[in-house]
């Protein structure tokens, strides 16, 4: 009976140490999983002339690479006109489930033409989708003991479609939700399963969680992005307050302005974000403050006292309100708009899902020397947690340090615009791309440094004169690998502008670049989606010198192996400082040299600075 027993046990540890077939793991979804078509040169479209719809080109390229069944699937989930191109985004259905992690970005042109295709459709199982006895409920409790143990089930509160709302019990930010979804394995099958929102009230810790048919997580993807810093302590700065105006109404960005409903001087509300103290967090606006009817909030901060006077509060709030619109318009301007997800209220028409201002909460009293923001789906409230700074006397409030509320709301956009930014190569990027916004905004290339009152900031080294590339990234900090991507953009900055090109420029390609990258993406993907964007401009040798020049060059390539579906795992960076042959790279002209006064170019990259390409045809030469 003993070795019967004994015997048992032994085979239960043996299986148990057995690995997960493939067929029991889903798809990668990082961008090496996904298929790109295009043509960064030649301008060469994909597919001829056509006077059928942008979403009818799509589906006809599609259909000469997938067979009928996955493309009877396919359901149009945005359709946005810029820059003389239309952009389609598709999902895919079967049985009428979202199949999870799937999708299509596509750019037609004017003339019909599809210059751009992104997608990773999965082929729906002959055998069909294997169906779940799992209930909703189950799949909570799954969510719940991976990402929250220790706390107890919640009653279903309603159903809509395929999503089933729980009751909150006041643990949560938002009432938890489980979605019915079609999880395609990398075996070739697809089986019914759950994903999982759970959103916790005091740490803003936001996960979606994916869950088997049998109820075995098969991943986790935390959607809060938070910063830790390295504080020096010192003495307070001064700070110079500017009345500024806000935009009023009838403009593009912001149709009825920034202000709707009532306000106080510490809960300011708009179309683009509900801004409010939170220094008891509770996760609800702080009551006090005065009623402001004319719009005006204008109060004096006394940088000689501390964050928590009345009259600073009020600052802290105001400021952050001012900040949250000016970069919801900025990035509006770029092309972070309605159809690519923004955060608004009322999306007045123009696609995406509305209702969803950014919360801002100024003085937020769960943590110190710290920010988050945290992005759920189109449709949902982003939600950014500003701290104070304790190491200085006074304390120092980040509401007030612009480089902070920029590089925070920079995790919002890259999340909605891109998709996945989850595990050490997509949330560095995520991290590189928050401080981008922030030193283009400022031209400056230090990061934080009110907050720490250190002239080096919250980073390593400044940005001016960086030192590592990418074969330095190390996959253990994101924000330190981050740094490598932001000094990339800072030298393109500086390029451009070398080449009178305007930083609003580069704001186009960075922000408009998305539109043409994989969901996960390495730090080539990102390169790619911004020369894609530039894509017949001249600009296209001055971003690959930037990149190149940080290792990121022809031929770079990370490779994630392991973590699962959505991050972690080991990074090899294969690094490059090649250029292409089209820049003067390896059998190309010019060798990798520019070209000087009276040499031949074929564009702007390929002269020295402060000389442009001119002429045309065969005849430009730099001068």
């Not at 010192?234 to 105006?245: F, L």
Request: with cysteine; glycine share 14%; net charge negative.
């Amino acid at each position: 009976m003993h070795k019967l027993l004994l015997s048992l046990i032994m085979c239960a540890a043996m299986l148990a140490a057995l690995p997960v077939l493939a067929a029991d793991r889903p798809i990668d979804f990082h961008a090496q999983g996904a298929r790109v078509h295009a043509s960064f040169w030649t301008g060469e479209a994909l597919t001829l002339p056509s006077q059928a719809s942008p979403v009818d080109v799509t589906r006809g390229f599609l259909s000469e690479r997938h067979a009928g069944r996955t493309l009877d699937g396919l359901v149009v989930t945005g359709q946005l006109n810029r820059d003389g191109l239309t952009h389609v985004r598709l999902g895919q259905q079967i049985a009428g489930l979202d199949v999870y992690g799937t999708y299509v970005k596509a750019a037609v042109n004017q003339h019909g033409e599809l210059v751009h295709l992104i997608e990773n459709l999965q082929t729906p199982p002959s055998s069909g989708l294997l169906l779940t006895r799992l209930s909703p409920e189950d799949a909570l409790a799954a969510a719940l003991a991976e990402n929250h143990p220790g706390h107890g089930g919640l009653a279903p509160s309603g159903l809509s479609g395929n999503t089933t709302t729980f009751a909150n019990d006041g643990f949560f930010f938002r009432d938890p939700v489980a979605t019915r979804v079609a999880i395609p394995m990398q075996g070739g099958g697809m089986e019914e399963g759950f994903l999982v929102e759970t959103w916790e009230n005091d740490s803003n810790l936001l996960y979606h969680t994916l869950v088997s048919r049998t109820g075995r997580v098969l991943g986790v993807e935390l959607r809060t992005n938070t910063d830790s810093y390295n504080i020096f302590p010192d003495h307070p700065g001064n700070s110079t307050q500017t009345i500024v105006a806000g935009p009023g109404a009838g403009n593009a960005e912001s149709p009825v302005g920034w202000l709707s409903g009532s306000q106080t001087s510490v809960q300011i509300s708009g179309n683009n974000s509900f801004t409010y103290l939170d220094t008891d967090a509770n996760n609800s606006p702080d009551p006090g403050g005065v009623s402001i009817t004319d719009g005006n909030f204008v109060t004096v901060a006394d940088l000689a006292s501390d964050p928590s006077t009345a009259g600073n509060k009020e600052v802290a709030a105001q400021s952050l309100f001012y900040l949250c619109n000016t970069i919801h318009d900025k990035l509006y301007r770029h092309g972070f708009v309605e159809s690519e997800g923004n955060f608004q209220v009322d999306n007045f028409g123009n696609g995406g899902a509305s209702g969803d201002p950014v919360l801002c909460e100024a003085q937020d009293g769960s943590g110190t020397n710290n920010a988050n923001f945290s992005t759920p789906s189109d449709g949902s409230s982003g939600r950014m947690q500003m701290y104070l700074w304790t190491t200085t006397t006074p304390r120092r409030d980040g509401d007030v340090d612009s480089d902070i509320p920029w590089h925070e709301y920079g995790h919002g956009l890259t999340w909605r615009m891109i998709g996945g930014m989850s595990g050490p190569m997509s949330g560095a990027i995520g991290e590189g791309n928050g401080d981008v916004l922030a030193i283009l905004t400022n031209d400056n290339d230090v990061m934080g440094e009110y907050s720490t009152n250190d002239p080096v900031g919250i980073r390593s080294q400044p940005y001016s004169g960086y030192t590592r590339t990418y074969g330095d990234f190390g996959g253990s900090s994101v924000h330190f690998d981050g740094e490598i991507y932001a000094a990339t953009l800072w030298d393109l900055k500086n390029r451009y502008q070398a080449n009178s090109i305007s930083v609003d420029t580069l704001w186009d390609d960075m922000v408009g670049g998305m539109s043409f990258t994989p969901s996960g993406p390495a730090f080539e993907d990102m390169r790619n989606g911004i020369l894609a964007q530039a894509a017949g401009s001249g600009r296209e040798c001055l971003i690959w010198e930037s990149f190149a020049a940080f290792g990121i060059g022809d031929g770079a390539r990370a490779q994630i192996k392991g973590g699962g579906p959505f991050g972690g795992g080991n990074v090899t960076i294969t690094e490059s400082f090649a250029l292409p042959p089209e820049c003067g790279g390896p059998g190309g002209d010019g060798g990798g040299t520019c070209s000087e006064v009276g040499e031949a170019c074929k564009n702007n990259g390929d002269c020295c600075p402060g000389l442009s390409c001119t002429g045309r045809g065969n005849s430009k030469t730099c001068a």
